[in-house]
């Protein structure tokens, strides 16, 4: 549960408090982030890069690599931000307020953003100022393959770096769009705080000038630009993730659990009872990811390598 109040994965300080253990001794599959990752050892990080303000430099530096990376299509900006949720809070700002298409059961700091800065949030709407589609979804783990534009369109892709081929980077190219791209996700390194708002030149610029100069630390874009020239770690990557999500579904069924979409880095489950299946497995000290608006899902990330053993035998 975040700090906000809002619903969402994490939270092993109140799992502990109402199960037992400290922190250190829990296994956290509650959120969808790689668990194996990126590595740092080597990375040739120096005091200064601690010390100092971050340059203009690093940061054209991380937004090129990022470019390569996704084929972002030159009409459009890249812009660093300190995590997704940063770019997220201030988007709705930037057009007037009207009415936003968003799903439901979707993630839910989208409509929370929006509704801040008051705008009228639907599930369906005919004629929408704003639509936003997780892609895939979170956290039904779907795919949306065709994307009706409306005046402002946002496009969260924090999970889509799995799947790059049915990415719709193609459409940051288009007025009033914006991609966001998460890397603590993929690169399972959530704590660096580092994504990207990607689109409409004019969105994008004034969102920069809403996050102020140096939103992003100098080691996230040191990291950052090493790991999106990686290749072949991410081609590396995807392979193991799809994998173990092939892995934790044969094991879900050993309690009847239903799949739900094709998004490896976290598997979404129908069940007889989501309740019971969460509380059995927090017994064993592994938090899961429950929803309060439906008894018969829950979520799974994938476990470290070390730690699939546990999970088979609390199942």
């Known amino acids: 549960m975040a700090g906000n109040g809002r619903d969402h994965g994490g939270g092993l300080d109140a799992a502990a408090a109402e199960f037992g253990g400290a922190r250190g001794d829990w296994l956290d599959l509650s959120t969808g982030i790689n668990p194996e990752s990126y590595p740092l050892t080597g990375l040739d990080l120096t005091p200064n890069d601690w010390a100092a303000l971050p340059d203009k430099g690093a940061d054209a530096a991380l937004c090129a690599a990022a470019r390569r990376f996704w084929r972002v299509p030159t009409q459009a900006d890249v812009l660093a931000v300190p995590g997704c949720s940063a770019a997220i809070a201030q988007i709705p700002a930037l057009k007037p307020a009207g009415q936003a298409e968003i799903a439901l ?19 369906q709407a005919p004629a929408p100022v704003a639509r936003v589609v997780v892609h895939p979804n979170n956290p039904t783990g779907t795919f949306q393959p065709q994307i009706p534009p409306a005046p402002l369109t946002v496009i969260d892709e924090s999970f889509c770096d799995i799947a790059p081929a049915q990415s719709h980077i193609a459409q940051a190219r288009q007025p009033g769009h914006i991609i966001l791209k998460s890397f603590g996700k993929f690169w399972g390194l959530a704590g660096l705080r580092l994504g990207f708002a990607i689109g409409n030149p004019k969105l994008i610029d004034s969102l920069r000038q809403r996050l102020g100069p140096w939103p992003v630390s100098g080691i996230a874009l040191k990291i950052g630009e090493v790991a999106l020239n990686d290749a072949a770690w991410a ?21 009847d659990a239903r799949p739900m979409g094709s998004c490896p880095l976290f598997r979404t489950y129908e069940v007889a009872d989501a309740g019971q299946l969460h509380h059995q497995l927090a017994q064993h000290k592994i938090l899961t990811r429950v929803f309060p608006y439906s008894r018969t899902w829950i979520r799974l990330g994938l476990p470290p390598q070390r730690q699939w053993e546990r999970l088979e035998a609390a199942l």
Do not use: P
């Not at 081609?235 to 309690?255: G, I, K, P, Q, Y």
């Open 105 to 123: 059961r979707s993630y839910n700091e989208h409509a929370a953003a929006f509704r801040f800065h008051g705008w009228d949030v639907k599930e």
């Open 235 to 255: 081609d590396h990557t995807r392979a193991r993730l799809t994998a173990d999500a092939e892995r934790l579904d044969r094991l879900m069924r050993r309690v």
